[in-house]
């Protein structure tokens, strides 16, 4: 469910937002890192001291408590923020504020589902600014993507990413940042998707910003050990753009924004990397906390390399690397032709950039998690248990001019500086920070001036380079009904990611039963049932291809008969097989593979309601222990558990809080149960239904639990839920059908 609130503020008109399409107001800070991506501010007359108590404090406001670092935009401030903290009605919002009053303009606020990641880790990640369409983009802890309208807070699209692409939301909460390039807003995740992208990784999905289709897809390593923090960085590297990250696989990476496709990558760790990369004049400046792989009995490091390299970056390749240096959190500040960098520790190291060589050390504190900012010739920064530090960089290393405390607050999320300001989040409060005998005007008032040259750097121009080298179709993934249609389209680029013309290349089918016309518009087969198609586009040699899950209407049967995983769900492939089992065909919940013994997949469509969903379970047991297993309906779980009960919930880690319902519930190993979830959409409440009974006796009349939720998620794809980490489990004669 998604609740919105336009708070005492006038509405922008949407013409003038268009209008300003070219333009940003001077001060703006519209990415968390700042508009150059690097944590730099131009502003001058900024506070070099300040207290809780009032000293150059303009505002607090604990309703933005967050760990999210906010950004600023046309004169206004948003973040990500937890909604209706400790109550039946949790959930995230995205909050805009008027930064010079703190007072709240708008707030979208959206549910958290089939997550096990805590509130308190809520606004991981932080929202982004399109100067260009005014809008605002953010992934939310259970990966919900939107697209809302900067003036109105008005969803304008939405993406279940943990639906339709197997997202995970794990305990730790870890959420990537979006980042706007062109017509595209680019997110990533570990994802175990469907077809090829089954295995899970760490992915990208890039998305027309303003549709929300879905244009490329790309992945890093399979099998990663790690979800990832690292933001996208957005450079030239030789005049060609480029996207350059840290992943799961811990490996750095260099990608064209435009296709996703591999220009570099080094491979820095067995693990995943959380450190923001930094770019400066082609070199890339990152570090990381976990195992080296050239030397595993190492732990962290911070590297500098050459982005303008092609294919792979080897040891032998790197300007500087220092080892043991634990920079596992916090994007390196490079001042002049010193770079900054934190450990993880709370040491803050200043290094020559160009050879690595140590200059001086600062210890700060004791852990960190935000990162440095800089402006007006100071580092501000603060520390994870709520110190405050404002630095003078000096010949020798930093001069600390102020510090202090935060009682019982952490910093966990960056400073920015925004209009003379310094926003500083904690998770007790919204802090803005301004000399306070300074004059000077609100950033809504302030001057917009046209949008500067790309602050990561010229292109080679397109027309240098006319010759086909990639195709695109768009979009990349679909979903149709049997006799449905939709509308591809192809693009061509260069050697350089570059669009070169709109090809005359035409889509046709290359698997499946479809039909394309002459316009690119595809008709899925009439009697297709759960299929997969692929339509593909060539110039030459050159070729690409586009995937469409064909999903009937309910009701749906699947008895495994066939021996195969169904070919589209998402999430199931790589941690289900088939097996057969006295004779009966059946899938396995397996419970070989470390990472996935606890897994969701699903089904269709995300925006189905009203319906139940219907499967056999069998537990073998291992040992004495049983699994975890259950049903997915309409984003909540019906799980039978291995402590003997039963429960209906939402958002896992927040249970009878937020919403759930438990009653203790007898089964045993060795016997197949059949279990029914129904759900209903009744005013402005959820009905959740289930009722479990042994296979092959009469179905009981009266539901085993019921619940009503009264902040209720109406929407939702069917699917299956299972944590084989005990014991694995089989599943058979799954059911989905309308309640009428």
């Known amino acids: 469910m998604s609740r919105f609130r336009m708070c005492g503020m006038p509405f922008v008109c949407i013409g003038a937002m268009v209008a300003l399409a070219s333009f940003v107001h001077s001060g703006d800070w519209p990415h968390w890192r700042g508009p150059l991506q690097n944590g730099v501010s131009v502003e001058t007359d900024l506070p070099e001291r300040w207290s809780a108590s009032g000293e150059n404090l303009l505002w607090r406001n604990e309703a933005y408590a967050t760990r999210s670092t906010p950004i600023v935009m046309n004169g206004r401030l948003y973040t990500i923020c937890r909604a209706f903290p400790e109550t039946t009605q949790e959930g995230e919002r995205v909050v805009c504020v008027d930064p010079d009053s703190g007072e709240l303009i708008w707030e979208a606020i959206n549910n958290v589902f089939l997550s096990d990641a805590p509130a308190e880790r809520v606004g991981w990640s932080s929202v982004v600014g399109d100067v260009d369409t005014g809008n ?50 680019i997110i990533s995740g570990v994802m175990t998707g469907w077809g090829e992208y089954a295995v899970p990784a760490h992915r990208f999905v890039a998305f027309d910003k303003r549709t929300g289709d879905a244009v490329w ?57 959380n450190t923001t990369p930094l770019v400066a004049d082609g070199i890339v400046y990152c570090g990381h906390s976990e195992q080296n792989t050239a030397d595993t009995t190492v732990l962290g490091a911070l590297f500098a390399l050459d982005g303008r390299a092609k ?59 935000g990162s440095m900012v800089y402006g007006d010739g100071k580092i501000y920064v603060g520390e994870a248990t709520g110190r405050w530090y404002v630095l003078q960089p000096t010949d020798h290393g930093v001069k600390v001019v102020h510090q202090l405390r935060l009682n019982n607050e952490e910093i966990l999320g960056s400073p920015i500086i925004a209009g003379g300001r310094i926003y500083l989040p904690t998770n007790a409060a919204l802090y803005c920070i301004g000399n306070a005998s300074s004059t000077r005007q609100t950033l809504a008032s302030r001057p917009a001036v046209a949008n500067p040259a790309r602050p990561y750097g010229e292109e080679t121009p397109a027309q240098d380079d006319t010759t086909v080298a ?18 591809f389209t192809v693009r061509a680029f260069n050697a350089n990611g570059q669009i070169v013309q709109q090809t005359s290349a035409k889509v046709r089918v290359i698997q499946g039963g479809g039909d394309v016309d002459s316009n690119g518009e595809y008709s899925a087969p009439r009697n297709a049932s759960h299929s997969i198609e ?46 057969d089992v006295d004779g009966e065909s059946t899938l396995v919940k397996v419970s070989t593979i470390p990472k996935g013994t606890r897994s969701q997949s699903w089904m269709g469509p995300t925006d189905l309601h009203d319906y139940t969903i219907q499967a056999d379970f069998l537990a073998p047991g291992t040992n004495g222990k049983t699994p975890d297993m259950g049903l997915i309906n309409q984003r909540y779980t019906l799980a039978m558990n291995s402590q003997q ?22 089964w045993e190993s060795g016997t197949w149960y059949t279990m029914k979830f129904q759900s209903e959409n009744a005013g402005q409440t959820a009905v959740l239904r289930g009722k479990v009974w042994q296979r092959g006796t009469s179905e009981p009349a009266e539901w085993t639990i019921e619940a009503v939720d009264a902040t209720p998620n109406t929407t939702g794809s069917p699917g299956m839920f299972g944590n084989a980490s005990d014991s694995e489990f089989l599943i058979d004669n799954v059911k989905v059908y309308d309640n009428n």
Request: a positive charge; one cysteine or more.
């Open 136 to 185: 605002i983009y953010s992934l939310g802890l259970g990966c919900f993507f939107q697209c809302l309208d900067g003036a109105t807070g008005k969803r304008l699209w939405s993406r279940s990413l943990s639906e339709e692409y197997g997202m995970l939301s794990t305990y730790g909460g870890r959420t990537n940042f979006p980042i706007v390039f062109d017509d595209l807003v």
């Open 217 to 273: 897809i790309a992945s890093t390593r399979q099998r990663p050990e790690d979800t990832t923090y690292s933001t996208p960085v957005i450079t030239t590297f030789n005049g060609q753009a480029a996207m350059v990250f840290g992943a799961g696989d811990g490996s750095v990476y260099a990608l064209q924004p435009r296709t996703g496709k591999v220009i570099w990558k080094y491979d820095a760790s067995n693990r995943g990397i």
């Open 311 to 369: 294919s792979e970056v080897k040891e032998t390749d790197m300007l500087w690397k220092i080892p043991s240096r634990t920079i596992g959190r916090c994007q390196p500040l490079l001042v002049g032709d010193r770079l900054y960098a934190i450990d993880d520790g709370g040491t803050l190291w200043v290094v020559d950039a160009k050879t690595g060589k140590d200059i001086a050390r600062q210890k700060l504190g004791r852990i960190m998690f």
């Open 470 to 487: 990639h195709l695109q179709i768009v979009p990349v993934e679909a979903i149709v009904r049997p006799g449905g249609k939709q509308q």
């Open 534 to 579: 692929f339509v593909g586009a060539q110039v030459g040699d050159i070729k690409s291809t586009a995937r469409v899950r064909v999903i009937p209407p309910f009701p749906w049967t699947w008895d495994f008969s066939n021996k195969q995983v169904p070919v589209t769900w998402v999430g199931a492939a790589y941690r289900h097989q088939p097996r």
């Open 645 to 666: 009960e039963l429960q209906i919930r939402s958002w896992t880690s927040r249970l009878e809080l937020r919403f759930a319902k438990t009653i203790p519930f007898r």
